[in-house]
C-alpha cells in the first residue's frame, strides 16, 4: 500500500468524528477560530492534550445550541437570563 492509499483509508470525515481540533471546528461550524476559542473557554467540551485543544463535536453542538436558546429568551424578553446548569 502506498503513502496516499493509507492516508486516504484512514481519512475520516469531519461530521464523523468525535473531537475536532480548532481548524476543524472552525470550519464544520463556519466561524473563526478566535470565536471557537473563546466558546470553547467559556464550556466543558474540551480535551487537553498536552498544549493540544480537542473539542467534542456533540458537547460543542449542544453548547451552541443552548446560547442560541439564551439569545432567543434576551431578544424575546429584552433582558439577560442565567446560565443553567
Known sequence: MKKEEK???????????V???I??????F???TQLVRKLT??????????????INRVQFEEAL?????QKR???IHGRK???RT
Open 41 to 54: 473557554d467559556e464550556t466543558d467540551c474540551v480535551l487537553w492534550l498536552t498544549n493540544r485543544r480537542l
Open 30 to 32: 463556519n466561524m473563526s
Open 81 to 83: 437570563t442565567k446560565k
Open 65 to 69: 445550541r443552548e446560547l442560541q436558546k
Open 73 to 75: 429568551e434576551e431578544l
Open 7 to 17: 492516508a486516504q483509508a484512514v481519512s475520516v470525515p469531519v461530521k464523523d468524528k
Open 19 to 21: 473531537y475536532l481540533t
Open 23 to 28: 481548524n476543524e471546528a472552525s470550519e464544520y
